[in-house]
């Protein structure tokens, strides 16, 4: 497994300011992910970030709103840009170590963002 | 396109007793992996348990076991001698061999009653 921090773990922010979120790893890792999990639903992929390059986005993201980087093997961040109330979700950044071990993805605590 | 299925938005059972989590899916892959997470107040999603589907062999982790059945897409979890720190969402999910990818399905919402 890997144990995955993220910063801030809330955060309550006004419409048309942006936010990075942090995502630290205690361990090289071959695969970084972005979530959202809207109030009271299920986790949506905003994109696979990658390292050396420009994320992948899923449909319905972009970079502009929802720029990535991934500097190294450990770290990775999430800006939402000029922010509205509909932005306001649990972001989870999560982790794959590898195909060798299976696939299963290790997840941050997740920070928790109001948009007023 | 792959899809993950919950029919069961609440469930409530009593402490030691045992409940079973239902989950289909769809996919036209035939290297692919199920996954159940258990997300709590505390809101870190914790792998509960894995199930490679070119294995025939259910998965079992201690309390916690699933039912694969691959020709129904079918994937539930047991939980057996339920105890009040199970109370959580639960989400079934699933991935894809090639990728990393994980599609999860809306959550249950299990409460474990004392």
């Known amino acids: ?116 | 396109a792959q899809t993950v299925t919950q029919s069961q938005p609440e469930m409530s059972v009593q402490e030691a007793e045992t409940v079973t989590l239902s989950c289909t899916y769809d996919t036209s892959e035939n290297n692919y992996y199920l996954f159940w997470y258990k997300q709590p107040p505390s809101r870190q999603m914790i792998l509960v348990i894995r199930q490679e589907a070119y294995k025939q062999q259910n998965a079992t982790e201690n309390r916690f076991s699933v039912n694969f059945q691959k020709a129904a897409k079918s994937f539930s979890l047991k939980i057996s001698d339920s105890q009040l720190g199970d109370t959580a969402m639960y989400f079934c999910a699933l991935g894809q061999g090639g990728n990393e990818k994980l599609t999860f399905g809306t959550g249950t919402r299990l409460t474990i009653i004392p």
């Open chain 1, 1 to 116: 497994s890997a144990v995955i921090s993220q910063k801030p773990s809330r955060d309550i922010c006004q419409r048309g300011t942006s936010l990075t979120i942090q995502c630290q790893v205690d361990s090289q890792v071959t695969m970084m992910f972005w979530y959202r999990q809207q109030p009271g639903q299920s986790l949506t992929l905003i994109a696979t970030a990658n390292q050396g390059s420009e994320a992948t986005y899923e449909s319905g993201f972009v970079i502009d709103k929802f720029p990535i980087s991934r500097p190294n093997l450990t770290f990775s961040t999430l800006t939402v840009s000029n922010m509205s109330p509909e932005d306001s979700s649990i972001y989870l950044c999560s982790v794959a170590p590898g195909r060798l071990v299976g696939h299963e993805q290790y997840f941050g605590p997740g920070t928790r963002l109001t948009v007023t």
